[in-house]
């Protein structure tokens, strides 16, 4: 099978502040946005792939928050510490975390998604 492209639909219940973060905070280049009767999106490059912002309004099950579902957003950078100290003086609070494999640094989007950044030099070595 081949894939013409890839992507991620995150949907959210903050959408303009989360269509703010990861465009404007995160510096996301914004591919297109679309709005009409049928609701609106936008959506952005990923490194090749795309992640599509829409707004969620559908009932979660019973006892299932938001928060608690298992995803995570990583985006791979140059400079792990260079990369943590501009998020952070863009307002978002990121703990780095150190393993024996690399270090990563953990943070969320307006809506509680969790985000991390990982260095590209420890990727996969």
Same mark, same amino acid.
């Given at each position: 099978?081949?894939?013409?492209?890839?992507?991620?639909? %995150?949907?959210?219940?903050?959408?303009d502040?989360?269509?703010?973060?990861?465009?404007?905070? %995160?510096?996301? #280049?914004?591919?297109?946005?679309?709005?009409? =009767?049928? @609701?609106?999106?936008?959506c952005?490059?990923?490194?090749?792939?795309? %992640?599509?912002?829409? #707004?969620?309004?559908? +009932?979660? +099950?019973?006892?299932?928050?938001?928060?608690?579902? +298992?995803?995570k957003?990583?985006?791979?950078? =140059?400079? %792990?510490? $260079?990369?943590? $100290?501009?998020?952070?003086g863009r307002?978002?609070?990121?703990?780095?975390?150190?393993?024996?494999?690399?270090?990563?640094?953990?943070?969320?989007? #307006?809506? @509680?998604? #969790?985000?991390?950044?990982?260095?590209?030099?420890?990727?996969?070595?």
């Amino acid at each position: 099978m081949h894939y013409a492209r890839n992507g991620i639909i %995150l949907y959210t219940r903050n959408y303009d502040a989360c269509v703010r973060f990861y465009g404007e905070t %995160l510096e996301l #280049p914004r591919m297109f946005a679309l709005e009409d =009767d049928d @609701g609106r999106l936008t959506c952005f490059d990923l490194g090749g792939a795309y %992640l599509m912002v829409e #707004p969620d309004d559908r +009932p979660w +099950p019973e006892g299932t928050a938001h928060e608690q579902l +298992p995803m995570k957003l990583r985006f791979n950078v =140059d400079d %792990l510490d $260079a990369a943590m $100290a501009e998020l952070s003086g863009r307002g978002v609070q990121i703990a780095r975390v150190d393993y024996g494999w690399g270090a990563v640094a953990d943070f969320l989007d #307006p809506d @509680g998604n #969790p985000c991390q950044l990982r260095s590209e030099a420890d990727f996969a070595g």
